[in-house]
Structures are given as C-alpha cells and as structure tokens.
C-alpha cells in the first residue's frame, strides 16, 4: 500500500517516485548482558532457614529450592519472590508483640530489608529482561497489518490489541509496587501472570508497531518531498485552475491517502500512543534504578516528548505531508472541506 501510493504521487506529479522500505528496521532493545540488574541473594544455611518458620515461609522456600525452582522462568520468579514479600511482611508485624532471641529477630530483620531493596531490580528484570518482552522489540517482526473492512476480522484485530493493552495494564500494577507503601496486597492477577506473557509473546504487537512507525515515517517524509520539489520547480497549477494532472492529483489524494493510507496512520497513531503510554507508566516507578543503555533507549523510542525521538519524528513527519498536500491542493482551488 506504502509503495503504491508513493508511486501514484510521483506520477500524478509528473516524475518517477518509487519506495524501497526493506532495509527499515526497528532499534531492539540493548543487550541483556547491558539490561540486567544485579539483586542482592539472601543465602541463608539450614538451621537460619529453619528459623523462618516463624514466618510461614518454608514452602515457599522448598519450592525455591526444588530442581524446577531453580530454573524458574522470570515470571515465576517474579510470584515468588511477590508471595516471600508478602509473607516476610506479616511476619515482620507478627515478631513485634513475639519474644524472640535477639538473633533470629535480626535474621528476620535482615532478610526482610534486603527483599525490599531487591524489589525494583526484580520487578525491573522480571518485566524487561525476558523473552516475551523482547519479542515486542524484535527487528524481525513485519508491520500492522491493514484495518480490515470485514468486520468480522475488524473486531479480532481489535480483540488482539485489547488483549495486549490489559496485558501491559498488569505490568504497570506490578510496577507501581516498587514505588508504593510497603503495605501493598498481591495483586489478584497474580497467579495468572503467565497469561500476559504469553499475550505479549505471541501477539508482539510492540514490534510490528515500531516497524509500521518507521516505514510510514519514511513514507511520509518522501511523499512531502516530492511535493515539495515539484512546488518548487514550478507552480502546479496557475491561478487557482484546475488543470487536467491536477484531477489525476486529486484522485490519488482521495483515492489512496485519505482512503487507504490515513486510516492505517490513524491506527497506528492511535495504539501506539497507548502502547508507548503504557511503557512510560511501567518505566516511570523504575526511572531510578534503569540501567543505562536503557535510559538512552527509552529516550529515543519509548518517549513521547522527545523532539528527537522516534515518535516526534513521525508526527513530524505527518505534520509535513499534510501540509504539503494543503499547500499543492490549494494552488489548485482543490482543498477538501475540513481538510487539516
């Protein structure tokens, strides 16, 4: 759709225009190796572990401590680590009116300080530093597809984004954990995480998004030019006279920008500044202990007001095709009603 309606323009503007898209990819996110957080362990011998009976967490821990629990996946470990916080606080409140031996109050004391220090590199790596969240910044990925006029196939479109959307809404209730009271529930999702996941593994909405932002980026950027030119060289029509290629012009205005190509830029427009909203509000609690490749990348594709990011870009870009189409369709008295 992109490369045909470049080359309609070029025609309609009397020159040859054509769109090569296929060495366009989207920034992957930094190396893991550059993403990881380091998280402080609390190693513990039998007899101290035993100790934490108190705490009703030996279960827990024995789960922790089986052949599968050692190669927990991080979302696994994500719960887990939630559930011992969750657990460690109770007790916490518990030895308060308990008589315990200055030792073991310590122990309990120290364990409890060192997972709410741990809590935002946990959250942080168990959110950006897996597979599934990688895969919605894969470079491999090919774009959106077009809206669908079948409604039918319309409604699953929108179900797969509805789907990611709720998925990343629970990453950002996960998030927020790391800046709230230490008095926060589990929340009610919690044990179901490995559906978002999965949602985001499968579906990679975040890929194909940023490589639809790029190639219509691109699009547009070209489109404003050959108008550009072509305006430059010589007016296209002369006073306000509509001459026979300024019908041709209008045809692929109507025809192939606002019938085809604007409804995808709307698209795109639209779930993208939800995606990179839900993105902003997940990082946002996190900002302080990011590590600094991913600052830099946030900076430049996952920030909305960055004039230099990818997003400002492409509004920029948008901002210049629908000029350069105002411009010409005026010159020729051409300009539809409540054109912007």
């Not at 315990?100 to 942080?124: C, D, Y």
């Not at 019908?247 to 995606?275: R, S």
């Amino acid at each position: 759709m992109l490369e045909d309606y470049i080359s309609r323009l070029g025609n309609a503007l009397g020159t040859d225009a054509s769109l090569d898209l296929s060495d366009i990819h989207p920034a992957p996110l930094p190396r893991r190796r550059l993403r990881i957080l380091e998280e402080t362990p609390v190693r513990q011998g039998l007899l101290e572990v035993l100790e934490l009976r108190q705490c009703d967490l030996l279960p827990l821990i024995a789960q922790r401590n089986s052949s599968l629990g050692r190669v927990m996946k991080p979302s696994q470990k994500l719960v887990y680590e939630l559930k011992f916080i969750v657990l460690m606080r109770q007790c916490v409140d518990r030895i308060r009116t308990q008589e315990l031996e200055p030792e073991v109050r310590e122990q309990i004391l120290n364990i409890w300080a060192i997972k709410q220090a741990n809590l935002p590199a946990v959250l942080w790596n168990s959110l950006y530093n897996t597979d599934e969240m990688e895969a919605n910044f894969s470079a491999s990925e090919p774009p959106l597809e077009l809206p669908s006029a079948d409604i039918s196939e319309k409604r699953l479109q929108q179900a797969r984004f509805a789907s990611v959307k709720l998925s990343l809404q629970h990453f950002q209730q996960l998030s927020s954990l790391a800046s709230q009271a230490q008095n926060w529930p589990l929340p009610d999702f919690i044990d179901n995480i490995e559906e978002d996941y999965l949602t985001l593994y499968s579906n990679r909405f975040g890929s194909r998004w940023q490589r639809s932002l790029l190639i219509t980026t691109t699009t547009l950027n070209q489109g404003a030019n050959l108008i550009e030119q072509r305006l430059k060289s010589r007016p296209f029509c002369f006073s306000g006279h509509r001459n026979q290629q300024a019908e041709i012009l209008m045809n692929v205005f109507q025809k192939y920008y606002a019938g085809q190509l604007q409804p995808y830029l709307a698209n795109i427009h639209q779930q993208g500044d939800i995606w990179l909203a839900a993105h902003e509000a997940i990082l946002t609690p996190l900002q302080s202990t990011l590590p600094d490749a991913m600052r830099e990348y946030r900076k430049d594709y996952l920030d909305r007001q960055n004039q230099t990011g990818q997003w400002q870009q492409y509004r920029q870009a948008l901002h210049r095709h629908t000029t350069a189409w105002q411009e010409i369709l005026g010159q020729c008295n051409m300009m539809p009603d409540g054109s912007r």
